[in-house]
């Protein structure tokens, strides 16, 4: 129970009562106490009977009272002094709520107003994504620096209130953060939160026992896209408006959507022979599906990484034969039937592109890839260093094959762009015929003598460049050594 007193005034004094359930359903009321009718005469006993009577009657009564779990205001006049009372009751258990009075229902700052249609549109649905669009609040144009929209998606049901999605998130072990949270530090989150920034845009996931729930502040902008969403899952997304200065928030109708089902992977033919270039999206962590039919017993399965970080996974009618992370140039041969069925499955390790080149033939003793060396890495002599020249090395194989060099003058600012950009499968047809240096064949039966050096000329004082490698087999197909950044010497 809470009492409060509106003082008495010469005209009619207006006031307003919001009360925001935050969980279970609760009944409430508002009670009024009169003032007792006027006293009546000594001994006049039959009069004092009916005093005590009316009294009892008309000295409390109930002005409003509401059950549910839905926000509510009251709107009231009191002309003169008089004591009102107000009841609260949960017949669930335990549970909170938020109270407001105030008699400056001119302003109408504290609470957002809500537009006359407060529903949510859904304006697009994909497979990891929905597109979201409500109507303005009025609030939003009188009071813009205050006054921003906040979204709540989860994968279990609407919520009626900011504060009841709070309460639901704080029960299964996550803390909702309020729109200040704005100006948090990200060390100060929940150790179940993940804080996302960008664009300006705040975006708070909060990982609970029934999935996640996200929660973003756009701003004043009324349309959004979710992303990053799961397929074939139903979701319920809710938007409230929220005054920033004092938290208090009003909430749109909440809408619901089902994301589309996820496609099936579409599935490439493997050829024997032939050599598959495989471009895969880091971002969107799908697997990339090659099949091949075996017509002979044994099958050799050829991968050449020419950037980032790839997992394979290799099954011979519906079972695992292989999986393991790509590194280089990787061979598998295996053993099994006649008409076999292997299914090659590939994704990339990180949030990069990654790229591999495939090949599945049952000749082994025919490979389309160059013999690799232990280490595609070049090695620079800081000693043999000059002003005008670098002297760089590189081990061979026990194959003869052809090895192009390349020079390419960088600057400081482009190191980690070359560095992370370089393919590993692509040839010099890319490059500018003036970054050709030379090409030699060579290779030793004993791979402990199989490297070679090379000292390139011409080159400009305390000037950085970007050294390659290219390596070609008997069919021609390039692979790029690891490239080497050297700075030549300032003086000499």
């Not at 579409?266 to 039919?293: N, P």
């Not at 194959?399 to 762009?417: G, M």
Request: with cysteine; glycine share 4%.
């Amino acid at each position: 129970r809470y009492y409060f007193v509106l003082e008495e005034g010469r005209v009619l004094a207006p006031f307003s009562i919001t009360v925001t359930p935050c969980d279970v359903p609760i009944e409430w009321s508002i009670l009024l106490y009169k003032p007792p009718p006027a006293k009546a005469a000594p001994g006049d006993r039959d009069t004092q009977e009916v005093s005590k009577s009316q009294k009892a009657s008309s000295l409390v009564s109930t002005i409003f009272s509401y059950k549910g779990n839905s926000v509510e205001t009251y709107m009231g006049m009191s002309s003169h002094a008089a004591l009102y009372l107000l009841e609260f009751l949960s017949t669930e258990r335990d549970t909170h709520i938020t109270v407001y009075l105030t008699t400056d229902t001119a302003s109408g700052l504290l609470y957002p107003e809500l537009p006359t249609d407060p529903r949510i549109d859904i304006v697009g649905i994909g497979h990891t994504t929905a597109t979201l669009a409500w109507k303005h609040s009025p609030s939003v144009l009188q009071h813009r620096d205050s006054i921003q929209y906040c979204l709540l998606v989860n994968e279990k049901h609407n919520y009626k209130s900011l504060c009841a999605a709070e309460t639901a998130i704080r029960s299964s072990g996550a803390k909702l953060s309020p729109p200040s949270a704005l100006s948090l530090s990200p060390y100060l989150l929940e150790p179940q939160q993940v804080m996302i920034l960008s664009n300006s845009e705040l975006s708070i996931i909060n990982k609970v026992s029934s999935g996640e729930v996200r929660q973003v502040c756009v701003g004043t902008r009324n349309t959004y896209t979710v992303p990053n969403l799961s397929p074939s899952t139903q979701y319920y997304f809710d938007v409230f408006i929220v005054n920033i200065l004092t938290n208090a928030s009003a909430a749109y109708t909440g809408t619901f959507a089902r994301t589309l089902e996820e496609p099936e992977p579409k599935v490439t033919e493997l050829k024997d022979g032939k050599v598959i270039h495989v471009v895969l999206d880091g971002k969107m962590q799908k697997f990339y599906s090659l099949q091949y039919q075996a017509r002979h017993k044994k099958i050799h399965f050829t991968f050449l990484l020419c950037r980032g970080q790839i997992r394979v996974h290799i099954t011979r009618n519906g079972k695992t034969v292989a999986s393991e992370n790509l590194s280089g140039l990787r061979y598998f041969s295996l053993k099994g039937k006649l008409l076999d069925t292997y299914l090659v499955q590939l994704r990339s390790t990180e949030e990069s592109n990654a790229s591999v080149k495939v090949q599945a033939s049952p000749h082994f003793h025919k490979p389309l890839f160059p013999l690799l060396p232990e280490s595609l890495k070049i090695k620079s002599f800081s000693k043999l260093r000059t002003c005008r020249s670098v002297t760089i090395a590189w081990l061979g194989t026990q194959e003869e094959s052809k090895y192009c060099v390349y020079r390419k003058r960088i600057e400081e600012d482009q190191i980690w762009r070359e560095l992370q950009s370089a393919d590993r499968c692509s040839g010099p047809e890319s490059r500018h015929k003036s970054e050709k240096v030379l090409c030699k064949y060579f290779y030793d039966i004993n791979l402990q003598r199989a490297v070679t050096t090379e000292t390139i000329k011409g080159l400009e004082a305390g000037t950085l460049y970007l050294f390659d490698v290219y390596l070609f087999g008997p069919s021609g197909i390039p692979v790029r050594y690891h490239s080497k950044v050297v700075r030549t010497r300032k003086k000499c």
